[in-house]
């Protein structure tokens, strides 16, 4: 068995047992450190899908990813720009200017999985509509995350009003231009198949499912039934593609 196959059990194992533990309240205070370790293995099924499909490339691009999210976020904590403003708790362990490392590790996670998909529903030839499709799909995931990571969780705060569970709208159009730009470089190299596309598109329907569960045990259920609904017409897009 191939480490990505081993890396990819553990993760659903990992992904089993939080969505009991952080669900239904469980998870003590000693063991919040595997909300990053949670991360930290979705980040690493992201970047692997990208080293199979880019080769040394998509090594390249996983360091700049890391790191170019990484500084996006800086700059979008420190000086309230590109998401708006916002700030980080205590819960997701070592940071770097005040930025979480497992948020570089998030990034990769939510670039590999929607970028596995924009591969599915559009040529990459088509780059521009490629990367737009990607992005979007970055935003359907963030529909559903922002409102349970800071509703619920208090994972980060966020320091405006809105009319979506206060959450900046400014922030949805945040993520969409950082994943096109992400995915539009990303559709420059030449791609090559790969076993990790299944795993990468796998990815994207788990994690937006615990999100999603994890609204609906928080009663957000705004959140639950619209990312619901974007969650459904996306499977039926994938199925019909396959």
Excluded at 32 to 39: G, Q, S, Y
Excluded at 103 to 118: K, Q, R, S
Excluded at 165 to 180: I, K
Aim: aromatic share 20%; net charge neutral.
């Amino acid at each position: 068995m191939k480490w990505g196959e081993r890396l990819y059990r553990l993760f659903l194992i990992w992904y089993g047992c939080g969505l009991v533990l952080v669900g239904f309240h469980l998870l003590p205070p000693w063991l919040e450190w595997a909300n990053v370790v949670f991360l930290m293995l979705a980040g690493m099924i992201g970047a692997l899908f990208l080293i199979e499909r880019y080769g040394q490339r998509g090594i390249i691009a996983t360091i700049a990813i890391f790191i170019g999210t990484m500084a996006v976020e800086y700059v979008g904590a420190t000086y309230s720009l590109i998401f708006g403003s916002y700030d980080y708790t205590n819960q997701f362990g070592m940071t770097i200017f005040g930025v979480p490392i497992a948020i570089g590790f998030a990034w990769l996670a939510v670039i590999g999985c929607t970028h596995a998909l924009a591969l599915r529903f559009v040529s990459p030839t088509r780059t521009f509509v490629a990367s737009a499709v990607g992005a979007s799909l970055a935003v359907v995931l963030d529909v559903v995350i922002d409102p349970v990571a800071y509703v619920a969780k208090q994972y980060w705060i966020w320091e405006e009003t809105s009319v979506y569970y206060n959450v900046p709208l400014q922030n949805f159009a945040g993520w969409f231009v950082v994943a096109f730009v992400i995915h539009r470089l990303l559709f420059i190299f030449p791609a090559r198949e790969g076993s990790s596309d299944r795993r990468a598109i796998s990815l994207f329907f788990l994690l937006d499912a615990m999100f999603l569960f994890l609204a609906l045990l928080e009663q957000l259920y705004g959140a639950f039934f619209l990312g619901l609904s974007l969650t459904t017409f996306i499977f039926w897009k994938w199925r019909r593609s396959a």
